[in-house]
């Protein structure tokens, strides 16, 4: 198994061949190069145990179907901000198990409750509008402020953006976590006012 991880990895660079070179090639991957340097050097090599050296990691995007494929092992220590996270609150955990009870198990993304909420909001504003005309139902849903049981108190913008708070989590060790999917702990929640870039800060067309 030694001698199959080193073939793979490029362990006979050290011959400096110019030929038998890793450093040379451009590796048939599904990704860039790039990205595969990112996964493989700084996300599956990132913990080497020795105190002190060990690299902590921001993530751009990530969302938990990510960590629940990486592994707790390989994604430990991370931070990353999410808007929804199944654990967060009393409200997202009796939704979160209402879904999981329908997908064999599986707790809900941000993209699951995102799309749950968006769908509900309109559908709410058509009712109240009395009508399914965009225009309409675009200006009833900016009207007051949503209670949104996933997303908290959520303001519909006049740029169409949907605002709310989001979370900076870091992601659990494997002797923290008690079962799948229980990956995040909570460092801070960032207010709506900081979490978005302000209106007049963009370029929308539908502002001016």
């Known amino acids: 198994m030694e001698i199959g991880h080193n073939v793979l990895h490029g362990q006979w660079d050290w011959m400096n061949d110019p030929v038998i070179n890793s450093q040379a090639w451009d590796w048939d991957t599904a990704s860039t190069a790039a990205a595969w340097k990112h996964s493989h050097n700084y996300v599956h090599h990132t913990f080497t145990n ?96 949503i209670n949104d049981p996933l997303f908290g108190k959520v303001k519909v913008r006049k740029d169409g953006r949907a605002i709310h708070p989001m979370y900076v989590f870091e992601v659990k060790s494997p002797q923290e976590s008690k079962g799948r999917y229980d ?26």
């Open 50 to 145: 020795i105190l002190g050296k060990d690299k902590r990691l921001a993530a751009l995007f990530m969302q938990i179907a990510d960590i629940d494929s990486l592994g707790l092992k390989a994604s430990q220590g991370l931070l990353l901000s999410e808007a929804f996270y199944w654990d967060l609150n009393d409200s997202t955990r009796a939704w979160s198990k209402r879904f999981a009870e329908r997908m064999v198990g599986r707790m809900p993304s941000v993209n699951h409750a995102a799309t749950y909420s968006a769908t509900l909001a309109y559908l709410r504003a058509v009712q109240a509008a009395n009508t399914i005309e965009g225009d309409k139902v675009v200006a009833q849903l900016g009207s007051a402020e």
């Open 183 to 208: 990956y995040y702990k909570l460092v801070r929640t960032i207010p709506t006012e900081d979490a978005f870039r302000p209106i007049d800060q963009g370029s929308c067309p539908l502002i001016h």
